[in-house]
């Protein structure tokens, strides 16, 4: 697995380095910055880093049970202050093991393995939140480009009407307060498109930050806010199950599950007896004594067992008694946390729900008001070139009609930002509630050119 990893890995960079030289653009769809996101983006690292640590700990749960094993080498020399001739020479080779087991170490290992299990989920709640975040900035960014789209169109019929004016002004059919009014719409309109371009600058580059490429690349972002249409009705019935499926409730609930472990864990093992093992082996132990030149062997060994009981910590207010009662404080917590949150699941479900139903019909509204603007302006272009309509009128149906286009877009915009995020709320696949992408007569005809 680790070498398809870097396999995928090089051929990735190897794209992106040729592309980068080769002076191309890089087409990036959603799929493809997710892919990228997971690969590279700091929360994913991070969560990778804290679910191994857990699991780390948890696997090596049994070294609780594990002794403590030494070994010693010693050597001495004695004298005697009245015996000046006595020298004796002694040296050892020893092993000691103690172990000492409380009965909370069953509750400890089970804490450990909530731990683990609680930074799965946190995990895989990272990557989701990770892939609904990634989307729904791409499709923002996408917004954003229909904004600077939409303003330099705007620019451009500006310009195109105080070329008119200018024309008629010189005719004398227009009067010269008509001529600086569109003078003024063409200087309003250009830092209109500059402040656009500077928005979707930024976004994209944090965008690029996050899902780790580098903003050297000419990036193009293959996709539209039309995904929109693909939007399937959804069954209200898919709100049944938002807290049994809400990653949030069932990481909290871990979170509970390994205090409550840990109380048991801290209780046994500072108020009930503890076992405590040792034992002692001296399998070289030499005497030798320089005066009579006679050396002795003496090996031995010892075993204990004993049982302590930690009587302080029965007493009102003592360290221990203070420690469990503020694990307590936090499992009272971690409850007061989960009843809270089961609710707001539960109202942030409905108004996603809710807000995804109104945007579906105002959609259908937007796209009327986007047709009925367009040919507004059309017409009243149509009479300003005749004569019969004046500037301010032309002027305005070119107002309504940017505002109905961006009006329809920031909808779309809405409904798949919002539907992304209820299907991360409820734990489901980013393409839950899609349709599949229909290709269009012209886009089957191109793949079968290309094969």
């Known amino acids: 697995m680790a070498l398809y990893k870097k396999i995928a890995f090089f051929g990735i ?110 995990y895989e709640e990272t990557v989701r939140k990770t892939e609904c975040s990634v989307r729904t900035e791409f499709y923002q960014i996408l917004y954003l480009k229909e904004q600077l789209e939409n303003a330099q169109k705007n ?47 930024n976004a994209l580059k944090e965008f690029l930050d996050a899902i780790g490429i580098d903003q050297a690349y000419d990036v193009e972002l293959e996709g539209s806010l039309d995904d929109a249409e693909r939007v399937a009705k959804i069954d209200r019935s ?43 082996i001296s399998p070289e132990i030499y005497s030798y004594d320089k005066k009579s030149k006679i050396g002795a062997e003496n090996p031995d060994w010892s075993i204990s067992a004993g049982i302590s009981l930690p009587v302080d910590s029965w007493i009102p207010g003592s360290s221990a008694s203070v420690k469990i009662a503020a694990i307590d404080d936090t499992i009272k917590d971690y409850e007061v946390q989960l009843e809270n949150l089961k609710k707001t699941v539960k109202t942030s479900a409905a108004e996603k729900f809710e807000a995804i139903e109104l945007s579906q019909k105002n959609i259908t509204a937007r796209k009327m008001n986007v047709e009925l603007a367009q040919k507004s302006y059309e017409m009243t272009e149509n009479a300003y070139s005749r004569g019969a309509k004046d500037l301010l009128s032309l002027q305005d149906a070119l107002d309504k009609l940017s505002s109905a286009k961006l009006q329809l877009r920031s909808e779309q915009y809405a409904l798949l930002s919002n539907v992304l995020s209820l299907q991360e709320m409820l734990s489901l696949p980013s393409e839950t ?13 191109l793949k079968n050119t290309k094969n």
Not at 43 to 63: L, T
Not at 433 to 445: A, C, P, V, Y
Request: aromatic share 8%; glycine share 4%.
């Open 433 to 445: 509630f899609f349709e599949s992408k229909k290709i269009s007569e012209s886009e089957k005809n």
């Open 155 to 201: 620019l451009e019929s500006y310009e195109k009407q105080f070329e008119q004016a200018k024309e008629k002004y010189s005719r004398g059919t227009v009067t010269q307060l008509d001529l600086l009014s569109a003078e003024v719409n063409v200087e309003t309109a250009r830092p209109d498109v500059d402040s656009a371009r500077a928005n979707l600058k």
């Open 238 to 280: 898919v709100l049944e199950k938002c807290v049994e499926n809400s990653s949030e409730i069932k990481l909290l609930e871990k979170n509970l599950e390994m205090a409550r472990h840990t109380k048991n864990a801290t209780y046994t093992s500072l108020k009930l007896p503890n076992l405590n093992l040792s034992a002692d």
């Open 13 to 122: 960079f190897s794209l992106f380095s040729f592309a980068l030289f080769a002076g191309e653009k890089l087409v990036l769809t959603a799929d493809k910055a997710v892919e990228k996101a997971l690969e590279f983006h700091v929360d994913i690292k991070r969560s990778e880093i804290s679910r191994g640590q857990a699991k780390r700990e948890y696997k090596n749960s049994w070294n609780k049970v594990l002794p403590t094993v030494s070994a010693g080498v010693s050597a001495s020399e004695k004298k005697s202050w009245k015996d000046s001739d006595s020298d004796i020479v002694n040296g050892s080779v020893s092993f000691s093991s103690s172990l000492s087991l409380d009965a909370g170490i069953a509750s400890s290992i089970k804490a450990l393995r909530s731990s683990y299990e609680a930074g799965e989920i946190s």
